[in-house]
């Protein structure tokens, strides 16, 4: 399927609101209204209701490829990303799956990993928690994944795993 392009945004708040057909009133005077998927879509102008639907059917493609992508249990999900890394994958067993951080923070602090494997963990605990200071629980400076960092030393199938989660993101 197709992935629709998000318009530019006009910069303008507005209101649109989504009603069912059957019990939505009439558009008032100077509004606009359409109907779509069942729903009766109204706002100030055309333009605002068309860029409403438009997000909306973006954000429905992006939950359609985060559903196709990965399993429905968040559990499942989080465990289902780090052996996309190549160097998570080759680790053996640091913590993963099943998923134990502390364990994983031990094996990024230790002498196994290289800076590719010490990023893709930091990405995968963001993923886990990105409200987390991981150095607060024992992670070796720096506390947090740095996209610029990562990027500077990862090879292209670490890129691409980071690249699949950006693609079809999902929070446990």
């Known amino acids: 399927m197709a992935s629709k392009e998000a318009r530019p945004r006009s910069g ?23 109907e779509w998927c069942g729903r009766l879509w109204v706002g100030e102008s055309r333009e605002d209701v068309d860029e409403a639907i438009s997000e909306f059917e973006i954000a429905r493609e992006a939950a359609a490829r985060r559903d196709r992508r990965w399993p429905a249990d968040g559990t499942a999900a989080r465990t289902a990303l780090p052996p996309l890394f190549p160097s998570l994958a080759e680790a053996g067993d640091i913590g993963i799956a099943p998923w134990e951080p502390e364990h994983l ?4 602090n230790g002498p196994a990993p ?4 010490k990023w893709a963990g930091r990405f995968c605990l963001g993923v886990w928690n990105s409200g987390t200071d991981w150095g607060e629980l ?3 400076a720096p506390g947090r994944f740095d996209v610029f960092e990562a990027m500077a030393c990862w090879d292209r199938a670490h890129v691409q795993a980071m690249l699949t989660w950006l693609e079809a993101p999902f929070w446990p």
């Open 12 to 34: 303008r708040v507005t209101a649109v609101r989504s009603q069912p057909v059957d019990s939505a009133p009439p558009a008032g005077q100077g509004e606009y209204s359409r």
């Open 138 to 140: 024992g992670l070796a």
């Open 105 to 108: 923070i031990a094996w990024l």
């Open 114 to 117: 290289g800076s590719g494997g």
